[in-house]
């Protein structure tokens, strides 16, 4: 018990001293906190802060989600990347509004049966907003977590059964919310990935790794293999209008909107790339090509360099529901990959 006390007291103390001020955290309304959880995967707090205030700005309920059309879902997400998880809070808004009358539901079962809820999501939430006593396990505790225990190697799901039972001993009994934030925060804030600020971590007494001077190598670092890919974009304009298509219901960027275009092969140039493209997917032959800009965007596994081409054509591209001729301004109103987004910004700024 000894141990216990000293372990949650500490990290729940630091934690009320030294917690940055984050709007989600000013809240225990569990539809607020389920959104900042999703935001929060894979994405910086600096950089989710102006979507979450947006997003519940537009979407101040559950309700709200649920009713709207999945186009402004993936438009008011427009940036954060990863649009499964927008998806995913639109298909849970409409069956948590239609099973459970727009209460999120206080079970962990249930909660876990809703897309987009994995064990983390669902023991944050619980945990967060109903002080339920559900450890979590994330990127950043994982690595916290290594590090207090000693266990070396790569951080991945095979620590977590070892995480897990030491949380689950270590756990207080109530104020989960403050003790399972705190952990998050001293992963964001000491514990770092790169340079662990040791002498203000309020557990480096417990801390094997820091200990035996091993916190800086634990865990060993991924190697990540980074593809380069080079995409020749066509921008077909017709009086006053661009023309936009909607890429497949599955796969990367499912359902957003984008320029035609495709990937440059090898030995081929930008504009034989996007002539070859066009004629294949549009069914259209392309005449002058001036260029317009270029653009790199990086993805998890890969980065993209986006030729950008100004088009003209006397084809007329076949048009259908997922093929649309559209002003400036309405281009605004489609969700877009980042890449198409920051064409059409030149575009305005050009117009």
Known sequence: ??????????????????????????????????????????????????????????FPTIHHVARAPLQHILKTWQGLGYYARAKNIYKSAKIICDAYGGEIPNDYDKLRGLPGFGPYTTGAVLSIAFDRRYPIIDANIRRVMMRILGIEGHADSSQDAKISVFLQREMPKKNLKTF?????????????????VCLSCPVKALCHGYKKGIQEIIPLPKKRIIRNMDVAIGILKRQNKYFIQKRPAKGLLSDLWEFPGGKIKKGESSSEALRRELKEELDINVGELRHLMNERHFYT??????????????DDPYLNKNRKWATLRELNDYPMPSGSAKIVERLNKMN
């Open 180 to 196: 399972n934030q705190a952990l998050m925060e001293l992963g964001a804030l000491v514990c770092r990935n790169r340079e662990p």
């Open 1 to 58: 018990m000894k141990q216990n006390l000293s372990f949650a007291r500490s990290m729940n103390t630091w934690y009320r001293r030294h917690a940055r001020r984050l709007p989600w955290r000013e809240t225990s309304d569990p539809y607020k906190i389920w959104i900042s959880e999703i935001m929060l995967q894979q994405t910086t707090v600096n950089a989710v802060i102006p979507y979450y205030s947006k997003w519940i700005k537009i």
């Open 301 to 314: 596994q890969f980065r993209v360099s986006l030729h950008v081409l100004l088009c003209t054509s006397t």
